[in-house]
């Protein structure tokens, strides 16, 4: 362990303390652009409200989801530390942590400006484990990374595919059996008709534009799909909207719960830090990450996967929250990226509108996450130990 002692010598010091709590509120930030808006996707998706909306009501919600994390989520503060992953003279050092913040940082960050959500949770894990390598080599314990990372990681999309699409089903059967209807709207607008006027003894014709008012019913992506009559007394799609909002703020309330402790305890291993301070401060870079660089995700999670409209997107968002929720109080790292694009293709596939394409992207940068953020995180371990 000689080697591993050396690392801790060079790393110790109050400066380092404050790059490292620098780099991880940066994978904070990176966290709060990608993972941000994968709650409220569906509400922009299907139209039930506008970009800003939708991400200032995953804003508050991910912000109270990390709040509760302090009394909630102690079980995933001890396993992202690395303990049980790399031996325990590693998990101590501020090199080890460092890097782990940095190369998962810059694995997300990236993918955020291309477009595409990746996990968090698959990032600090590669980078762990890059990290871990450089420094420690074979005495990384691989077991403990197939058990505790991998199989969570595996198997949660796969239930969310399930299960979002077993809800979407029995929902529309519910609303089948209540002789709820469907209507869709009657675009009334003005086009632009071009109209010719020919000159005599010319080549030329002159052209005039026209408004012409026009009225026609219009396919799902022109006009929208709202729900008819009342259930109970109360307007069916005002009922839908009502609950649509709820399971949303369920999603990001529980991918604050699930998200926050992972990154604070890169942290909450040094001496002399509160936890409630850390998580307050990670808390506060996840949302300042969301509402400055969501953008190009939620494009993608909103329109690129699958069409949608109220009823379908309020499943997706109800498996999500339910999956992500159940895995956070009993310490399971699952990935709130993973589960919220497995419930929007369960959706997608029973309602047929999936773009395969666009997901064969999607998992091709899930594959990459870990090599990616393995290659930095061993890179800039071997660069702060030199």
């Not at 698959?122 to 420690?136: N, Y």
């Not at 949660?156 to 979407?168: F, T």
């Not at 956070?328 to 959706?347: A, C, D, Q, Y």
């Not at 029973?350 to 930095?376: E, G, K």
Request: glycine share 10%; hydrophobic share 50%.
């Amino acid at each position: 362990m000689g080697r591993l002692v050396s690392h801790r010598l060079l790393s110790s010091g109050p400066l380092m303390t404050v790059v490292l709590l620098l780099a991880v509120c940066f994978l904070a930030y990176s966290n709060g652009a990608n993972d941000n808006f994968k709650g409220v996707a569906s509400l922009f998706g299907s139209r039930t409200t506008s970009y800003r909306a939708a991400i200032a009501w995953a804003t508050v919600t991910t912000f109270a989801g990390s709040v509760a994390a302090i009394f909630l989520a102690q079980t995933l503060l001890k396993r992202f530390s690395g303990k049980g992953l790399v031996p325990d003279e590693l998990v101590g050092s501020e090199n080890f942590l460092l890097s782990v913040a940095l190369g998962a940082g810059f694995t997300v960050i990236l993918a955020t400006y291309t477009g595409f959500p990746i996990s968090t949770t698959h990032a600090l894990t590669g980078a762990m484990v890059g990290s871990g390598w450089v420094a420690v080599g074979s005495n990384v314990h691989f077991v403990v990374l197939g058990k505790a990372f991998f199989l969570p990681l595996l198997v949660s999309p796969l239930v969310a595919i399930v299960l979002g699409a077993g809800l979407y089903l029995i929902f529309r059967w519910f609303r089948l059996q209540c002789v709820i209807t469907k209507e869709w709207c009657i675009c009334v607008g003005k086009t632009q008709n071009v109209v010719p006027i020919p000159q005599p003894s010319s080549l030329m014709a002159l052209q005039t534009v026209a408004p012409v008012i026009e009225a026609r019913i219009d396919v799902q992506t022109q006009c929208d799909q709202r729900y008819a009559g009342y259930f109970l007394g109360v307007n069916c799609q005002q009922m839908m909207d009502l609950f649509h909002f709820l399971s949303a703020g369920i999603v990001s309330f529980a991918r604050g719960l699930n998200d926050t402790p992972k990154i604070a305890a890169l942290l909450l291993v040094l001496p002399g830090l509160g936890v409630q301070g850390v998580l307050l401060a990670i808390a506060v870079a996840i949302a300042i990450g969301g509402l400055l660089s969501a953008r190009r995700v939620a494009e993608t999670m909103s329109h690129k996967i699958t069409g949608m409209n109220h009823g379908q997107g309020f499943s997706a968002n109800l498996a999500t929250g339910l999956l992500v929720t159940v895995a956070s109080l009993f310490g399971m790292p699952v990935s709130t990226t993973h589960v919220s694009v497995g419930s929007l293709l369960g959706i997608g596939i029973t309602t047929r509108q999936a773009d395969f394409r666009v997901i064969r992207y999607v998992l091709l940068s899930w594959l990459l996450t870990l090599p990616c953020a393995a290659i930095l995180g061993g890179g800039f371990f071997w660069l702060t130990s030199h």
